[in-house]
C-alpha cells in the first residue's frame, strides 16, 4: 500500500523553526517529484515547495522563498521541510505529496501529484 506519514507539526512561536518530514511506505521515492502544500482555515490549498526526483531542482512559493528549505534522503526514503522564521500566517495544514513527471522540474500545482500524505498541523502563536 502506497503510504505517505508527515511527521507530527505543533505549536510553535513566531520567529521559530520547525523540520516536517514526510517518510514513503510501499514504494520508493527516487522517481518521484514532491511537494509540500498547506491549507489554512477557509483557504484553498496552495504549493509552497516541492523538489524533483533525485534533487536536481527545487521550487518555492514566493511567500516562503528565504524560509523554507525543502530536502530529499531518498536512501531514508523521506524529505524534509526546514521551516525558519515562522509567521501567524503560516499556520495551516501541512501536505506532502508525491507525483511522478516526464519533465526534470516539480511544480506546485496540485494536479501534479497523486498521492498524499494526511497532513499535519503546524500553528504559529505567541
Known amino acids: 500500500q502506497l503510504q505517505l506519514v508527515e511527521s507530527v507539526g505543533g505549536l510553535v512561536q513566531p520567529g521559530g523553526s520547525l523540520r516536517l518530514s514526510c517518510a514513503a511506505s510501499?514504494?520508493?521515492?527516487?522517481?518521484?517529484?514532491i511537494g509540500w502544500f498547506r491549507q489554512a482555515p477557509g483557504k484553498e490549498r496552495e504549493g509552497v515547495s516541492c523538489?524533483?526526483?533525485?534533487?536536481?531542482?527545487?521550487n518555492y512559493a514566493d511567500s516562503v522563498k528565504g524560509r523554507f528549505t525543502i530536502s530529499r534522503d531518498n536512501a531514508k526514503n523521506t524529505v524534509y521541510l526546514q521551516i525558519d522564521s515562522l509567521k501567524p500566517e503560516d499556520t495551516a495544514v501541512y501536505y506532502c505529496a508525491a507525483g511522478l513527471s516526464l519533465f526534470r522540474v516539480c511544480v506546485l500545482s496540485r494536479s501534479g501529484y497523486a498521492y498524499w500524505g494526511q497532513g499535519t498541523q503546524v500553528t504559529v502563536s505567541s
Open positions: 510501499g514504494f520508493t521515492l527516487d522517481y518521484y517529484h
Open positions: 523538489i524533483s526526483n533525485y534533487g536536481g531542482s527545487t
